[in-house]
C-alpha cells in the first residue's frame, strides 16, 4: 500500500525509544520525503507516486519488512530539513551525493549514476555548448532549480551568481527558457528529456553535442541515492544490505530500467565514503 501527503515540514514529536528501522517494522510503515523530478519521484497520470528512487526504495523497504510507503512531497531544498526535523525519515528523490550534503545526512551507497545535459532555446542562437560557454559570456542567463548540484557545478566552472535564474522546480526552469527570462537550463540527462515532453516544449531544445563539465581535472558524474538521518545506523545499513543484493542478482536495473536507465547508470566501484571526501 502507498499513501501520498501533499506536506510541508511540520514536526511530530516521537518520544519512543525504538530505532527507527525498529518502529517502522512494527507499524508496517515508513514516512518518505520526496520531491516531484521525473524520472526520480513524481505523480503519475492516475496521481501515483512513482520514479527510479521511488521504486528502488520501496523494493528495498518490503525486503525490510515494511509494506507501507507514506510519501511526503515537498521542494527539494526542503527535503533535509525535512528529514532533520522529523517530518520523515527517509529522503529518495534521486538526490546526489555531495561532501556538503554529508555533513548533514547520512547517505546509502548510491543507486544510479547520471551526467548533465542543457537546453537552450532552437537553433541555440547563443551557441552554448558547455558550462564554459556561460562562463565565458556574461550575457548568458542559465535557470537552475534552487538546491540543485548544478548551481555548485556552475560555480566551480566560473558562472556569476548575477547570471542564474534561481527558480523553484523544474517546470519553471523549462518555462524561463521558454519566455526569455534565461538562454538555458540545466539538469540531468533523464530529468530534462522528460520534462521538455511533460512541459511540450517546442521553442526548447536539448544540446545534443553537450560537454560535460570538468571540474578539477574531472568529466563530472552525480551518483544518487537514499539518505537518512545522522546516526541512524541500524536501517541505512540494512537499506544498503538489501541494495547490494539488488545489484548484484540484477533487479536494480530492472526496476531503474524502466524509467530510461541502463547498465551504464548501474554504479559500481563508487561509495559513499568516497563521495563524500572529494
Not at 525519515?89 to 555533513?103: E, K, N, Q, S
Given at each position: 500500500m502507498f499513501v501520498l501527503i501533499m506536506s510541508g515540514c511540520s514536526f511530530t514529536a516521537?518520544?519512543?525509544d525504538q530505532s527507527t528501522l525498529e518502529k517502522a517494522r512494527a507499524e508496517g510503515k515508513i514516512v518518505v520525503g520526496f520531491s516531484g523530478e521525473v524520472p526520480y519521484a513524481y505523480l503519475d497520470e492516475n496521481g501515483n507516486l512513482t520514479g527510479e528512487s521511488v521504486e528502488v526504495a520501496r523494493a528495498i523497504f518490503k525486503r525490510l519488512g515494511i509494506e507501507e510507503m507514506e510519501g511526503k512531497l515537498v521542494k527539494f531544498d526542503s527535503l533535509i530539513p525535512g528529514l532533520q526535523n522529523g517530518s520523515f525519515?527517509?529522503?529518495?528523490?534521486?538526490?546526489?551525493?555531495?561532501?556538503?550534503?554529508?555533513?548533514s545526512v547520512d547517505f546509502a551507497e548510491p543507486d544510479y549514476t547520471i551526467g548533465e545535459s542543457l537546453a537552450?532555446?532552437?537553433g541555440n542562437p547563443k551557441n552554448i555548448h558547455s558550462y564554459e560557454d556561460i562562463a565565458n559570456n556574461e550575457d548568458i542567463k542559465v535557470a537552475v532549480m534552487n538546491g540543485a548540484i548544478e548551481i555548485e557545478y556552475l560555480k566551480a566552472v566560473g558562472v556569476k551568481d548575477s547570471q542564474m535564474e534561481i527558480v523553484q522546480d523544474i517546470p519553471s526552469s523549462i518555462a524561463a527558457v521558454e519566455n526569455g527570462r534565461a538562454d538555458v537550463t540545466t539538469m540531468t540527462g533523464p530529468t530534462l528529456e522528460n520534462a521538455l515532453k511533460t512541459a511540450d516544449a517546442d521553442k526548447i531544445e536539448v544540446v545534443e553535442d553537450f560537454e560535460q563539465p570538468v571540474i578539477d581535472g574531472e568529466s563530472i558524474r552525480g551518483y544518487g541515492a537514499a539518505a537518512f538521518r545522522i546516526g541512524d545506523d541500524e536501517i541505512r545499513e540494512a537499506y544498503n544490505e538489501e541494495l547490494q543484493k539488488m545489484k548484484e542478482s540484477g533487479e536494480l536495473l530492472e526496476i531503474i530500467s524502466e524509467f530510461g536507465f541502463t547498465e551504464n547508470e548501474i554504479p559500481h566501484g563508487v561509495t559513499t565514503a568516497e563521495l563524500c571526501e572529494e
Open positions: 516521537n518520544n519512543s525519515d527517509v529522503i529518495t528523490a534521486g538526490m546526489y551525493i555531495t561532501p556538503d550534503r554529508c555533513l537552450v532555446q532552437k
